[in-house]
C-alpha cells in the first residue's frame, strides 16, 4: 500500500452551545486508501466533514494536505475544493432538469470564443464517464439517472476537479446490493488512481468490504485509529460503544427466579408487526413478570419497535395480542386503557409538562384514562402524588413544585411515578436513566426488578449494555430496524451481545 500521507486533521475541536461536538479529534488519510470514520449517532462524523470542507470554522486544530508546513484552511466549501478535497453527500448537489454532460461540467464548461462549447463537453464527458465505467450517456437527463448513477457523476465531476481527497457521508443508505457493489467498484478504481476516500457508513459489513483503515469516534472525542484487519467487528462495535472487551466480567443477572413462568399467555404479543420506514416486521412475546430488554446501535430501531407497540406510531402490517386477545391500537390512549404504560425517550419533548406542578404530572395518565367525566378528587390527586414522591424518593420540596425546577433525575421520576398510578400490566421504559445520576439510576433498577416481581411485564431500553444484563430475563438485538436476534440465560453476557449487535459473526454467517 502507498503510504504517502495526504490529509491530516490535528487535535480538532468544535463546539456548539451546550455541545462539545469535537475534542481533540485526529484525523490521517493516506493516498489511495479507503478510510472509514465510524461512530453511532451524534458521534461527530459529520461535524468532523464539515470542519474540513470549510462549512463549519475550525475552532482549535489544524488541517495539512500532502504533510506540507503550512496548515491550510477552508473557509468554504469552494475553498476546501481548490485545495483537493471535495464531498458527495446522499443527497447529490446536481441538477435534475440539466443533463449528465452539463452536470459535470457546471460552472466550468470548455468555452470557444466565449460560447460554451458542447461537442468539447460532450466529448471530455463521454471520455470521463467511460475512464471511470459509468453506464451513463453525456446526453442524458440527469432526472432520468437512478440515484446511485447520479452520485457517480458527482464523484465523477469532483474527481475531474483533481480532488485528493474525496468524501463520501452515507451515500449507500439509499442503494440497493447492487447499486452499492457498483460505488465500490468506483471507489476501489479511485483508490488505485492514488484519491484518498473518507467513508461514513453505518453498514458494517460494508466497511469490512471496502475500508483499509478506520477510525471511531464517541460523543465528539476520537477513540482511535486502526487496520481494518487488525479489528474485528465486535471490537469496532465495542469501541463504538465505549466498552472495553478485555475487562468484560460476565454479570450475573440479579433477576430472582420467575414465579410466573406458569403464565401461558403472553401479556403483549406482536406478530410480523411492523411500520415502513422504521422498523420491519417482527415477532415479540412478553409474559407477566418478564423485563425484555432492547438493545442495538443509537438508530438501529430500539425506539420504533416500541413506538410501534404502543400506538405511538401505528403499525402498517401484522397485529399485536394483549393478554391473547387481538388489540386495535390507534393511538396511545387506547394502549393505555389496555393497561399499557410507556415512558418515552425524549422526556423533555414527549413526556414532562414543564408548567405543571409535580401533583399534576404524576395524575395526569391516570386522568386521561379514566376520561375527564371522571375527574380526580383533589383529595385523591394529593395521596397519590405524596405516595409515588415517597415510593421513589423524588427530590421536590413539595407536590405543587413546577416540575421544571427539579433535577432531571427526579424529573424522569415523575414520570415513572405518573405511569405506575395507572398500574399498567405492561410498561415500556425507553431509556429512563439517561442522563441521571448514578444513584437514582441504581434506584430505578431496583424498582424494575421490584415491579416485575409483583408480576408486571417491562421492556427496558438503555443505550447501557451492562444495566440491561442486570435487569432483564431477555433481550431483543436490533440492527437497521430489524430484530437480528433474540437472547437468554446463558447468552445474556456482554460478549454475546456486543457479537449480536455487530453481526457477520460466526453464528450468523
Ligand atoms: P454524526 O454525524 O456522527 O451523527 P454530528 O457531527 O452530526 O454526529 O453531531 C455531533 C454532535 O454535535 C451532536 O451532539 C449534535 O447534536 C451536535 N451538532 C451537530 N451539528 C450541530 C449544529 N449545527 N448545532 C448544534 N449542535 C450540533
Ligand atoms: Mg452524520
Given at each position: 500500500?502507498?503510504?504517502?500521507?495526504?490529509?491530516?486533521?490535528?487535535?480538532?475541536?468544535?463546539?456548539?452551545?451546550g455541545?462539545?461536538?469535537?475534542?481533540?479529534?485526529?484525523?490521517?488519510?493516506?493516498?489511495?486508501?479507503?478510510?472509514?470514520?465510524?461512530?453511532?449517532?451524534?458521534?461527530?462524523k459529520?461535524?468532523?466533514?464539515?470542519?474540513?470542507?470549510g462549512?463549519?470554522?475550525?475552532?482549535?486544530?489544524?488541517?495539512?494536505?500532502d504533510?506540507?508546513?503550512?496548515?491550510?484552511?477552508?473557509?468554504?466549501?469552494?475553498?476546501?475544493?481548490?485545495?483537493?478535497?471535495?464531498?458527495?453527500?446522499?443527497?447529490?448537489?446536481?441538477c435534475?432538469?440539466?443533463?449528465?454532460?452539463?452536470?459535470?461540467?457546471?460552472?466550468?464548461?470548455?468555452?470557444?470564443?466565449?460560447?460554451?462549447?458542447?461537442?468539447?463537453?460532450?466529448?471530455?464527458?463521454?471520455?470521463?464517464?467511460?475512464?471511470?465505467?459509468?453506464?451513463?450517456?453525456?446526453?442524458?437527463?440527469?432526472?432520468?439517472?437512478?440515484?446511485?448513477?447520479?452520485?457517480?457523476?458527482?464523484?465523477?465531476?469532483?474527481?475531474?476537479?483533481?480532488c485528493?481527497?474525496?468524501?463520501?457521508?452515507?451515500?449507500?443508505?439509499?442503494?440497493?446490493?447492487?447499486?452499492?457493489?457498483?460505488?465500490?467498484?468506483?471507489?476501489?478504481?479511485?483508490?488505485?488512481?492514488?484519491?484518498?476516500?473518507?467513508?461514513?457508513?453505518?453498514?458494517l459489513?460494508?466497511?469490512?468490504?471496502v475500508?483499509?483503515?478506520?477510525?471511531?469516534?464517541?460523543?465528539?472525542?476520537?477513540?482511535?485509529?486502526?487496520?481494518?484487519?487488525?479489528?474485528?467487528?465486535?471490537?469496532?462495535?465495542?469501541?463504538?460503544?465505549g466498552?472495553?472487551?478485555?475487562?468484560?466480567?460476565?454479570?450475573?443477572?440479579?433477576?430472582?427466579?420467575?414465579?410466573?413462568?406458569?403464565?401461558?399467555?403472553p401479556v403483549?404479543?406482536?406478530?410480523?408487526?411492523?411500520?415502513?420506514?422504521?422498523?420491519?416486521?417482527?415477532?415479540?412475546?412478553?409474559?407477566?413478570?418478564?423485563?425484555?430488554?432492547?438493545?442495538?446501535?443509537?438508530?438501529?430501531?430500539?425506539?420504533?419497535?416500541?413506538?410501534?407497540?404502543?400506538?405511538?406510531?401505528?403499525?402498517?402490517?401484522?397485529?399485536?395480542?394483549?393478554?391473547?386477545?387481538?388489540?386495535?391500537?390507534?393511538?396511545?390512549?387506547?394502549a393505555?386503557?389496555?393497561?399499557?404504560?410507556?415512558?418515552?425517550?425524549?422526556?423533555?419533548?414527549?413526556?414532562?409538562?414543564?408548567?405543571?406542578?409535580?401533583?399534576?404530572?404524576?395524575?395526569?395518565?391516570?386522568?386521561a384514562?379514566?376520561?375527564?367525566?371522571?375527574?380526580?378528587?383533589?383529595?385523591?390527586?394529593?395521596?397519590?402524588?405524596d405516595?409515588?414522591?415517597?415510593?421513589?424518593?423524588?427530590?421536590?420540596?413539595?407536590?405543587?413544585?413546577?416540575?421544571?425546577?427539579?433535577?432531571?433525575?427526579?424529573?424522569?421520576?415523575?414520570?415513572?411515578?405518573?405511569?405506575?398510578?395507572?398500574?399498567p400490566?405492561?410498561?415500556?421504559?425507553?431509556?429512563?436513566?439517561?442522563?441521571?445520576?448514578i444513584?437514582?439510576?441504581?434506584?430505578?433498577?431496583?424498582?424494575?426488578?421490584?415491579?416485575?416481581?409483583?408480576?408486571?411485564?417491562?421492556?427496558?431500553?438503555?443505550?447501557?449494555?451492562?444495566?440491561?444484563?442486570?435487569?432483564?430475563?431477555?433481550?431483543?438485538?436490533?440492527?437497521?430496524?430489524?430484530?437480528?436476534g433474540?437472547?437468554?440465560?446463558?447468552?445474556?453476557?456482554q460478549?454475546?451481545?456486543?457479537?449480536?449487535?455487530?453481526?457477520g459473526?460466526?453464528?450468523?454467517?
Open positions: 500500500m502507498n503510504q504517502k500521507i495526504l490529509l491530516t486533521m490535528k487535535d480538532i475541536s468544535k463546539s456548539f452551545p455541545v462539545l461536538a469535537l475534542q481533540h479529534v485526529q484525523f490521517t488519510l493516506r493516498k489511495g486508501e479507503i478510510h472509514a470514520l465510524m461512530g453511532e449517532n451524534g458521534a461527530g459529520s461535524t468532523l466533514i464539515k470542519v474540513l470542507t462549512v463549519y470554522q475550525l475552532e482549535s486544530g489544524e488541517i495539512r494536505m504533510g506540507a508546513a503550512r496548515p491550510i484552511v477552508n473557509h468554504s466549501p469552494q475553498e476546501a475544493q481548490a485545495n483537493g478535497i471535495s464531498t458527495v453527500y446522499q443527497e447529490v448537489n446536481l435534475p432538469n440539466l443533463t449528465v454532460a452539463e452536470n459535470l461540467f457546471l460552472g466550468r464548461e470548455p468555452r470557444r470564443f466565449g460560447m460554451i462549447d458542447w461537442k468539447t463537453m460532450n466529448r471530455k464527458s463521454e471520455a470521463l464517464l467511460k475512464s471511470l465505467e459509468i453506464p451513463v450517456a453525456p446526453a442524458a437527463m440527469l432526472e432520468e439517472c437512478s440515484l446511485a448513477i447520479q452520485q457517480m457523476i458527482a464523484i465523477a465531476r469532483a474527481v475531474d476537479m483533481r485528493k481527497v474525496l468524501i463520501l457521508d452515507e451515500p449507500t443508505s439509499s442503494l440497493d446490493d447492487d447499486e452499492v457493489e457498483k460505488l465500490f467498484a468506483l471507489m476501489r478504481k479511485l483508490k488505485a488512481e492514488g484519491v484518498g476516500i473518507l467513508f461514513v457508513t453505518h453498514f459489513e460494508q466497511v469490512y468490504a475500508c483499509d483503515r478506520i477510525t471511531v469516534l464517541r460523543n465528539g472525542g476520537f477513540v482511535g485509529e486502526y487496520e481494518t484487519k487488525d479489528l474485528p467487528r465486535v471490537m469496532l462495535v465495542a469501541k463504538m460503544l466498552k472495553d472487551l478485555d475487562d468484560l466480567a460476565e454479570i450475573k443477572s440479579a433477576h430472582s427466579e420467575h414465579r410466573f413462568e406458569e403464565e401461558k399467555v403483549i404479543s406482536a406478530r410480523q408487526l411492523g411500520h415502513r420506514g422504521t422498523i420491519k416486521p417482527f415477532d415479540l412475546d412478553i409474559r407477566k413478570g418478564e423485563v425484555v430488554g432492547l438493545t442495538g446501535l443509537l438508530g438501529s430501531g430500539r425506539s420504533e419497535m416500541v413506538r410501534v407497540l404502543y400506538g405511538a406510531d401505528r403499525p402498517d402490517c401484522g397485529k399485536l395480542m394483549v393478554r391473547g386477545r387481538k388489540a386495535k391500537i390507534s393511538k396511545p390512549l387506547d393505555m386503557k389496555l393497561g399499557m404504560g410507556y415512558l418515552p425517550e425524549n422526556r423533555q419533548r414527549d413526556g414532562i409538562i414543564a408548567e405543571l406542578s409535580v401533583r399534576e404530572n404524576i395524575i395526569i395518565a391516570l386522568q384514562k379514566r376520561g375527564m367525566c371522571r375527574l380526580m378528587s383533589r383529595r385523591e390527586m394529593d395521596e397519590a402524588a405516595r409515588y414522591i415517597d415510593l421513589l424518593q423524588i427530590k421536590t420540596a413539595g407536590r405543587e413544585t413546577p416540575v421544571k425546577s427539579l433535577s432531571g433525575g427526579n424529573q424522569q421520576k415523575v414520570i415513572i411515578g405518573r405511569w405506575l398510578l395507572t398500574h400490566d405492561y410498561l415500556i421504559l425507553d431509556e429512563p436513566t439517561r442522563g441521571i445520576d444513584g437514582t439510576k441504581t434506584a430505578i433498577q431496583k424498582l424494575v426488578l421490584s415491579l416485575a416481581d409483583q408480576g408486571m411485564a417491562v421492556t427496558f431500553i438503555s443505550a447501557e449494555v451492562e444495566e440491561m444484563l442486570r435487569t432483564c430475563s431477555r433481550m431483543l438485538v436490533l440492527r437497521d430496524g430489524r430484530k437480528v433474540e437472547l437468554s440465560g446463558d447468552e445474556l453476557n460478549e454475546t451481545v456486543m457479537q449480536t449487535i455487530a453481526g459473526g460466526e453464528d450468523d454467517g
